[in-house]
């Protein structure tokens, strides 16, 4: 596929393709991207994320001469990762991984919440969850340290939190499992219920994932500058 210019200053004439897992941006002149600062460009970033959604895919990667890679971009992963396209491209690497998810992306796409955390750092992978619940915008969960949220005394990991993963490991599930949280943003504590799910091989790493429903949570205690976690 090749794009003519979009709005002529953003990208130059470029071929877009991908592999079913990264979305590959080829300019033609690597000088004329760097020169005109097109990779710094905001609209051109947008339009690079929005295709990497479009076609389910996690990240991309604009190359060099038609060669290296020059610079490596992270999609938000939103609903990609639940998207048919990228299931099936999970299933040719990873049919089992693709088996697990695909019940996670029945439960996405009927308006659930679905959250995937490292089990090595505590780290978020993925996450839908909207501003009306979470504060921030669903793609800013990428990468938060979920560990932080489980210190409700700002040291201590809860008895909460150990008993999930002693759970996990020996069951690997945690149906329904009741949790206090400190949301990072306002440091308030609520009070969340999540059906778990633990994956042995997500990408080469354990990981629980988080299921439940947009409205499943309290607040215990309202939000405190202390316990705002940056």
């Given amino acids: 596929m090749f794009l003519d210019n979009v709005n002529d200053t953003l990208i130059p004439h470029c071929e877009v393709y991908d592999d079913g897992e990264t979305l590959f941006i080829d300019p033609h002149s ?44 992270a999609a938000p992963p ?26 996670m992306a029945i439960e996405a796409s009927e308006g659930k919440l679905v ?46 939190y150990g ?18 949280l400190i949301r990072p943003d306002d440091g308030a504590i609520l009070r969340y219920s999540t059906s778990y799910t633990f994956i042995r091989d997500f990408y080469g790493e354990p990981v629980r994932v988080g299921v439940s429903e947009p409205e499943a949570f309290s607040l215990v205690e309202a939000g405190r500058g202390d316990r705002v976690i940056k």
Avoid at 130 to 141: I, M, N, S, T
Avoid at 145 to 155: A, E, H, V
């Fill in 30 to 73: 690597y000088a004329e991207w760097v020169s005109s600062r097109i990779n710094d460009s905001e609209s051109a970033r947008n339009f690079i994320i929005s295709e990497c959604q479009r076609r389910g895919l996690p990240r991309a990667e604009i190359r060099r001469d038609r060669g290296k890679p020059y610079q490596i971009l």
């Fill in 78 to 103: 939103s609903f990609s990762l639940f998207s048919e396209t990228r299931l099936n491209a999970i299933g040719k690497s990873n049919p089992r991984l693709a088996r697990s998810l695909e019940p």
């Fill in 115 to 160: 959250t995937i955390v490292s089990m090595i750092n505590d780290r978020c992978k993925h996450s839908n969850v909207p501003p009306k619940r979470g504060l921030r915008q669903a793609p800013d969960w990428t990468g938060y340290d979920y560990r932080q949220s489980w210190k409700l005394d700002g040291t201590n990991l809860s008895d909460e």
């Fill in 163 to 180: 008993a999930l993963i002693r759970l996990l490991y020996d069951d690997e599930e945690a149906p329904n499992y009741e949790y206090n």
